[in-house]
């Protein structure tokens, strides 16, 4: 297990020889991350670093449990000296703190209304050299099993000739996950899965690399969960457990209509004008 020290706090090769001088604020970023799992003494069990290249570009496509599961999964690819660009929803980019801190690392926004944009720049980035980190169920899974997965990663990598980098992220929900109240909790161990390359093969369609990725997916979840150093501290504590293993949370069917529902309500919704849109209702009428 690693836990992060104040040595690695201030290691100045932590980026290797000769970091790009345009990552100053990611690279900001990630000591100020450092720093926080050091008060909080995070214990990582990160393993599969080895699996992302040192150069050229490649897709980190991770399952999803919990709120801060980008930023354990960038441990993944620092000791490869690599930083990676996740793709997030624009709302992130909008917020006048975060939204900052977002542009400045060169992340990129998905807009789902125009999702276009958003995959161009993923592929242009992939051609350039970069890492792309991609959470392809979309959102948190409250099941902690892994979702049916969105096809843009495999149309990614199928486009650019990038390889995918299946991951698993466990651990993270017992500190902030969806329906949950955040618990800054101390001591909580999170493990790391990389798993081997997946190169989409000649001509293979995007719906044949995704089942593939999938399938890794769910064997390198597998794997973090039935390894996770961990327990349960009782029968209550058992719901960051997902079902099949004797937890509590709900089966995948179970989160799926849960999920089913909350999209209905939220396109069910409809947004009252504002007093100037309504004043330009009036006008137009007359």
């Known amino acids: 297990m690693y836990t992060a020290s104040w040595r690695d706090v201030v290691r100045r090769n932590l980026y290797g020889p000769q970091p790009p001088r345009r990552d100053r604020p990611y690279r900001f970023i990630i000591r100020l991350a450092l720093i926080v799992f050091r008060l909080f003494r995070f214990r990582f069990d990160v393993r599969g670093s080895e699996h992302v290249p040192t150069t050229g570009g490649a897709i980190i496509c991770s399952n999803h449990v919990s709120f801060f599961d980008f930023t354990f999964l960038g441990l993944g690819a620092l000791p490869q000296h690599r930083l990676v660009r996740f793709m997030a929803k624009a709302a992130v980019f909008d917020n006048w703190f975060a939204g900052r801190f977002m542009r400045a690392m060169q992340h990129i926004p998905v807009d789902r209304r125009a999702g276009a944009a958003a995959?161009?720049?993923?592929?242009?980035?992939?051609?350039?050299?970069?890492?792309?980190?991609?959470?392809?169920?979309?959102?948190?899974?409250?099941?902690?099993?892994?979702?049916?997965l969105k096809a843009g990663a495999a149309r990614m990598a199928a486009q650019?000739?990038?390889?995918?980098?299946?991951?698993?992220?466990?651990?993270?929900?017992?500190?902030?996950?969806?329906?949950?109240?955040?618990?800054l909790r101390r001591n909580v161990a999170v493990t790391v899965i990389l798993g081997e390359p997946i190169v989409a093969g000649p001509g293979e369609k995007a719906q044949s690399l995704l089942?593939?990725?999938?399938?890794?997916?769910?064997?390198?979840?597998?794997?973090?969960?039935?390894?996770?150093?961990?327990?349960?501290?009782?029968?209550?504590?058992?719901?960051?457990?997902?079902?099949?293993?004797?937890?509590?949370?709900?089966?995948?069917?179970?989160?799926?209509?849960?999920?089913?529902?909350?999209?209905?309500?939220?396109?069910?919704?409809?947004?009252?004008?504002?007093?100037?849109?309504?004043?330009?209702?009036?006008v137009s009428r007359r």
């Open 211 to 282: 089942r593939r990725t999938k399938a890794a997916m769910e064997t390198l979840l597998d794997e973090a969960q039935r390894t996770y150093p961990d327990q349960p501290a009782g029968p209550d504590d058992r719901w960051w457990l997902p079902a099949h293993l004797g937890g509590t949370a709900p089966t995948p069917e179970a989160a799926a209509a849960d999920d089913a529902v909350r999209a209905s309500g939220k396109a069910a919704k409809v947004r009252k004008p504002t007093p100037l849109a309504r004043l330009k209702g009036l």
């Open 160 to 183: 650019s000739g990038a390889p995918i980098i299946p991951a698993a992220v466990w651990g993270g929900h017992r500190v902030a996950t969806k329906g949950h109240k955040v618990d």
């Open 119 to 148: 995959f161009e720049a993923a592929v242009r980035s992939l051609k350039d050299g970069e890492v792309i980190g991609v959470f392809p169920e979309a959102t948190i899974s409250t099941s902690f099993t892994v979702k049916d």
